[in-house]
C-alpha cells in the first residue's frame, strides 16, 4: 500500500470563490461553514465566496477561510477517497496550515482548532499593524548569500532575516519594511532572479511578531491536545511530534521561528511517504514539491 501525506496550504492560498462548488455540493460543508459562523460572529461563506479580495486577504479573514476551506476539502477526499485517508502516514501544514494539519490528524477539534487560529491572525495582524513590516520572496538565490545581504543592509535596531526557506531557490526574507525594500534592488543587482512583495500584513515569523505569542500563548492553554493519530512534522524543526506537550510548545515558537519547509517535506520522505495531496485551495504546495523532489507525485482536492 502507497504511503500518502497530507499538506495543507498556508496563508497566501486563498482566493475568492475557494471552496464554493463543494458547499453548494455538499451538506457536510455547508455545515462546517455554519460552525465556523458561530464561532467566528460572522458569516466566513460570505467572505471566502464573495471576497472583495481585499477582504479575504487581511490576515484577520485569510487564517480562519483557509482552515475552514481546507477541512472542506479534507471532507472531500475522505467521502471521495477514503483509501487515501488509511494510507495517510504523516501531516504537515505551512505555517497556518499545521493547525489544519493537526486537526486532520485528531489532535484537536475543529472549533477548538479554528478559535485558535481566529486568535492567531487577529494577534499576527496586531503585530503588524504595531510596525511597518514587510515579507520578501528572493527566488534564485542560496541562502547564505542571502543571509549575507541582509547582514549588509540591515541597520542597527531593524530586523531583517530569512523566515520562509520553501525550497530550493525560493527564500523568503521579513523584517521591518525600510529594511525589505532596501534589500530587493540589492538581492537583483546580486544576481537574484527575482523579487518579491508578498502580500501579507507584515514579518511573519521574526521576532516583529513576538507580541502575538503572549495571546497566543493564552489560546492555547485553554485547548485539549491530544497525541494525534499520524505524526504532525512541525515547521519548526523538520521534525515529526506526537507528544502534546511538545506539539503546544511549537506551535508558540512557530510565530516567531522560520519554517522550514523544504526540510519538513524531505523528512516526510524520509520517512517512507511515497505519494502526497495537497488538501486545500491552490496548487503552491504542489510548485513547492516540484522543486524539491520532482518525481514524487502530489494530487490536488481544491485547486479553487
Not at 458561530?38 to 484577520?60: H, M, R
Not at 531593524?158 to 531557490?169: D, M, R
Not at 532572479?193 to 493564552?218: D, K, S
Amino acid at each position: 500500500m502507497t504511503k500518502i501525506g497530507f499538506l495543507f496550504p498556508g496563508q497566501g492560498a486563498q482566493t475568492v470563490g475557494m471552496a464554493r462548488e463543494l458547499h453548494d455540493a455538499d451538506a457536510t460543508v455547508r455545515e462546517l461553514f455554519a460552525s465556523a459562523a458561530q464561532i467566528l460572529g460572522y458569516d466566513l461563506a460570505e467572505v471566502c465566496f464573495n471576497g472583495p479580495p481585499e477582504k479575504l486577504d487581511s490576515t484577520v479573514y485569510s487564517q480562519p477561510a483557509l482552515f475552514v476551506c481546507s477541512m472542506a476539502a479534507l471532507h472531500h477526499l475522505k467521502s471521495t477517497q477514503p483509501e487515501a485517508e488509511a494510507s495517510c502516514v504523516a501531516t504537515a501544514g505551512l505555517s497556518l496550515g499545521e493547525y489544519t494539519a493537526l486537526v486532520s490528524a485528531g489532535a484537536m477539534s475543529f472549533d477548538d482548532g479554528l478559535r485558535l487560529v481566529q486568535e492567531r491572525g487577529a494577534a499576527m495582524q496586531a503585530a503588524a499593524d504595531a510596525i511597518p513590516s514587510a515579507m520578501l520572496s528572493v527566488l534564485g538565490m542560496e541562502r547564505t548569500k542571502i543571509e549575507e545581504l541582509c547582514e549588509e543592509v540591515r541597520k542597527p535596531g531593524e530586523v531583517l532575516q530569512i523566515a520562509n526557506l520553501l525550497c530550493p531557490g525560493n527564500i523568503v526574507v521579513s523584517g521591518d519594511l525600510a529594511a525589505c525594500e532596501r534589500l530587493a534592488p540589492v538581492a537583483e543587482a546580486s544576481g537574484a532572479m527575482r523579487t518579491i512583495r508578498l502580500a501579507v500584513a507584515g514579518a511573519f515569523h521574526t521576532p516583529i511578531m513576538q507580541p502575538a505569542v503572549e495571546r497566543l500563548t493564552r489560546a492555547l492553554n485553554q485547548v485539549t491536545i491530544v497525541p494525534p493519530r499520524v505524526p504532525v512534522f512541525s515547521n519548526v524543526d523538520a521534525q515529526a511530534h506526537v507528544e502534546p506537550s511538545e506539539i503546544r510548545d511549537l506551535l508558540v515558537r512557530q510565530v516567531c521561528s522560520p519554517v522550514l519547509w523544504e526540510d519538513t517535506v524531505l523528512a516526510m520522505l524520509g520517512s517512507g511517504v511515497e505519494h502526497f495531496y495537497e488538501v486545500g485551495p491552490g496548487r503552491v504546495l504542489r510548485g513547492l514539491l516540484k522543486r524539491i523532489s520532482r518525481k514524487i507525485p502530489c494530487d490536488g482536492v481544491l485547486d479553487v
